[in-house]
């Protein structure tokens, strides 16, 4: 069963910093894009960055560029968000989720083409 589940959040500063996690199971991480996606209250669903499986290439919303940095650890078969310089603004649940395919195709992509999502997890930047 591919599951995928999501930890790191909380509560920052502005200013501050977080790393969220996507691990996966029931499934070898490996050969999949991973997308991160966040939603806040009252907005729609809304695309973070991107990472690829086949050859590691990142995107990244333009409202994240230079402040959240996405990895892999095939190793341990998760994903990160590296989070600094949080705004209110990037206030939100953010999710992981995959389409099954290697690449991030024409970033950003719409949430419903993705297939697999993970439960969410709550970043809520406020002082």
């Known amino acids: 069963q591919v599951q995928l589940v999501e930890s790191g959040g909380g509560l920052v500063q502005p200013g501050g910093s977080l790393r969220l996690s996507c691990a996966a199971s029931g499934f070898t991480l490996d050969y999949y894009a991973i997308g991160w996606f966040r939603q806040a209250p009252g907005k729609e669903r809304e695309g973070v960055s991107c990472i690829s499986s086949s050859d590691g290439s990142t995107y990244y919303a333009d409202s994240v560029k230079g402040r959240f940095t996405i990895s892999r650890d095939n190793a341990k078969n998760t994903v990160y968000l590296q989070m600094n310089s949080l705004k209110p603004e990037d206030t939100a649940v953010y999710y992981c989720?995959?389409?099954?395919?290697?690449?991030?195709?024409?970033?950003?992509?719409?949430?419903?083409?993705?297939?697999?999502w993970g439960q969410g997890t709550q970043v809520t930047v406020s002082s």
């Open positions: 989720a995959t389409d099954g395919a290697p690449g991030c195709g024409s970033y950003p992509r719409p949430p419903y083409e993705y297939d697999y």
